[in-house]
């Protein structure tokens, strides 16, 4: 497709459990970002990658937080032993450089329980 | 501690008339701000963007006014039209870029046929 694609839509999980959610950027585009946004909130700033290395991740709440994108291109956020606060819509955007504007995909809304 | 506030969190206007959305921040390192608009179910969609070197940047319909003096920023519509209902977003980086972008709660737009 030709914009950012995030999967699944829509994930219930139970307290404790690992969750995956996948990032399919834009082709071509060598920025990465994982936001997270709470009911109420605004999008809260998680990490960037600029092609394969996280350029910054100073967002990622603790420990239980990780991503990763191994060629350049998919990015994958992992959450361990989740809890109930990290119930959220998880965003994910890509822009051309880091510089240009970024294109938001739909989220993906985690819901723990 | 929000570094990018939008203290009305709606607005209403009447279809043709100006829709002014107001933010501010705390941040004097910002330095690149930005407007997301943003649907039900959907990610937020750039709107238009303003460097710290300028104080007005304009778009067809849309307009951003920043006052660096006293760290604010206005979104002006004009004329307003019912397809703007939606929430907006204000945003700030301190990278002059894309890369890490610090967001208001939003401000949810209504507009009146």
């Known amino acids: 497709g030709a914009g950012v694609s995030q999967t699944p839509s829509n994930k219930v999980t139970e307290k404790g459990k690992y969750v995956e959610l996948r990032c399919d950027p834009i082709?071509?585009?060598?920025?990465l970002y994982w936001y997270r946004q709470s009911l109420g909130q605004g999008p809260e700033f998680l990490i960037y990658f600029q092609g394969t290395g996280a350029a910054d991740d100073s967002g990622l709440p603790n420990d239980r937080f990780f991503a990763v994108r191994p060629e350049g291109s998919v990015s994958t956020l992992k959450i361990q032993r989740t809890e109930r606060g990290d119930s959220a819509v998880y965003l994910c955007?890509?822009?051309?450089?880091?510089?240009?504007?970024?294109?938001f995909g739909q989220g993906t809304r985690l819901t723990v329980v | 501690d929000q570094q990018v506030k939008q203290n009305s969190p709606s607005l209403s206007v009447q279809e043709g008339r100006i829709s002014i959305l107001n933010c501010d921040y705390t941040n004097s390192m910002f330095d690149y701000f930005l407007w997301y608009k943003k649907y039900p179910a959907e990610g937020p969609t750039f709107l238009i963007s303003i460097s710290s070197i300028k104080d007005k940047n304009e778009d067809g319909r849309f307009t951003v006014f920043l006052n660096k003096s006293a760290k604010h920023l206005s979104l002006h519509i004009v004329p307003s039209q019912p397809g703007d209902s939606a929430v907006y977003f204000c945003a700030a980086s301190d990278t002059g870029a894309n890369s890490k972008l610090t967001f208001g709660k939003g401000i949810t737009l209504s507009v009146r046929p």
């Open positions: 082709s071509g585009h060598t920025a």
């Open positions: 955007a890509s822009s051309l450089t880091g510089n240009t504007e970024a294109f």
